[in-house]
């Protein structure tokens, strides 16, 4: 596509469906085109700036990464932008050079955690996300393109060079810690073995190697079902201290403990939320998927965790109201009160983790069960149209309010003495998610049973009522 020539597209031209809650997301070739995104970039760079804004640039390692950043930077100069361009690198390395350059915004090409035949892009508006209602507004201004800018400009720029420096500023190791770290052939692999050879940390790499976005050794997610099980039997076999896995662009985090067992997301930093609490902090904040097993063990500690909506504007939102130290997320994304790194970077969070292991006594698996124990099902998905699903969540707020303690900040978290209950409707598909958790398996195993009956119930009423099913 030549530079400078708009391309007008229809709706059916640019699917709505790939502009998503955080980010545009599709299938190569039929859902994310290069035409699409040197579109989306021209658009997001004129219509959301103000004449001739800096945005910087970055793609993760997938195949088809290299010819949607062209198009995109191709988009970009055709607005009127100062394309500062980063190359490959992690998406919080994109994050972290937008505030520390001061650049307007940026965007990430990369698909996250999603297959290799997947790939989209990550947007930034000065150095915040760039989601939600802007998105929806995105997509509809890319349906009628203004006139084209030009004189854009572009300008290669290494942030490796000031990102090792900075987060090494905030890590520190009392002693060796023998680590198996599994980067699944993902964009970590260009910054965590230099991370920790720098911190003085010699870990044992899984799936090291780029392989150009097949992520044949564990696939792109390591929360997905088995991901870590090569990591698990090699800590073992190893006798190392904990392992750590980062998915495919560099944002998510999981982490097994000593003896081979992975560590659900909202228990995994509790070393590092143990020293914050040593040094007074007193604010953290989850989603509202939390086990009580953390909430409980910060409470006894003299803190208090506050509940945000699912997903990072939302945690990053209230971190920044309350001051909090800490703040997670139950998929893997975690983030810190720093002024260099304040957004979602697994490998600083890993290394943060193992500075905190570097100066404990006990094993991690003997700080993860020094909390309180509870039992937390998986998450289980019903489909349910997008005109009633939140008519749904409605009703069985109402419902569970008359009986018990209820959390609304994001869908409806039932408080029970044994345990809790939480049904939201997702903002992402035609679906209605749910968890619960137990004090042991048996109350466990009850609180999903009765969760699942009224569900069922409430969603057939709706179903049978069209009058209730406007939101």
């Known amino acids: 596509m030549a530079q400078g020539r708009w391309y007008k597209l229809s709706a059916g031209d640019l699917p709505r469906h790939i502009f998503r809650a955080y980010d545009i997301r599709g299938t190569i070739g039929d859902e994310i085109t290069p035409e699409r995104v040197r579109l989306i970039a021209q658009v997001f760079a004129t219509r959301f700036f103000n004449p001739s804004p800096k945005l910087v640039l970055g793609r993760d390692l997938r195949e088809s990464s290299k010819a949607l950043a062209e198009a995109a930077m191709d988009g970009l100069l055709a607005a009127g932008a100062e394309v500062w361009d980063v190359g490959v690198a992690p998406s919080p390395l994109v994050y972290f050079a937008i505030g520390r350059w001061g650049a307007d915004g940026g965007l990430v090409i990369t698909a996250s955690h999603l297959p290799p035949d997947h790939n989209g892009l990550k947007l930034r508006s000065g150095d915040g996300p760039f989601y939600g209602d802007s998105l929806q507004e995105l997509y509809k201004a890319a349906l009628e393109p203004p006139q084209v800018r030009g004189g854009g400009r572009l300008v290669a720029r290494d942030v490796y060079a000031e990102y090792f420096p900075a987060a090494l500023t905030y890590l520190k190791l009392h002693r060796p810690v023998r680590l198996v770290l599994d980067l699944g052939n993902g964009a970590s692999c260009l910054t965590a073995p230099a991370l920790f050879e720098r911190l003085g940390c010699k870990p044992e790499i899984l799936f090291g190697e780029p392989d150009g976005g097949r992520f044949q050794g564990r696939g792109p997610d390591p929360l997905a079902e088995g991901a870590l099980r090569a990591l698990c039997e090699r800590v073992v076999q190893s006798g190392a201290e904990a392992g750590l896995a980062i998915d495919a662009d560099g944002d998510r985090l999981a982490v097994v403990d000593e003896k081979g067992s992975p560590i659900s997301a909202d228990r995994a930093l509790l070393p590092l939320i ?155 598909a035609p679906e209605i998610t749910m968890r619960w958790e137990g004090d042991s398996p048996e109350s466990r195993d009850a609180i999903g049973q009765e969760l699942q009956q009224r569900v069922r119930r409430v969603m057939d009423e709706v179903a049978r009522n069209p009058q209730t099913t406007e939101h």
């Open 274 to 428: 143990r020293e914050a609490l040593a040094q007074g902090e007193k604010h953290f904040v989850s989603d509202v998927r939390c086990s009580r097993s953390t909430i409980r063990y910060i409470e006894e500690r003299g803190g208090h965790l506050a509940m945000a909506k699912c997903g990072y504007p939302f945690i990053l939102d209230k971190m920044r109201k309350l001051s909090a130290a800490i703040g997670f997320e139950t998929t893997g994304h975690y983030y810190f009160r720093n002024p260099d790194i304040k957004f979602d970077d697994a490998v600083f969070a890993a290394a943060l983790l193992v500075g905190a292991l570097s100066r404990s006594q006990e094993p991690l698996s003997q700080i993860i069960a020094s909390a309180p124990q509870f039992c937390t099902s998986d998450e289980l998905r019903w489909h349910c149209d997008d005109a009633v699903k939140f008519k749904v969540v409605e009703r069985l707020t109402e419902e569970y309010a008359r009986e018990f303690e209820v959390i609304i900040e994001d869908g409806v978290r039932v408080e029970k003495p044994e345990g809790w209950a939480l049904v939201r409707a997702s903002n992402t």
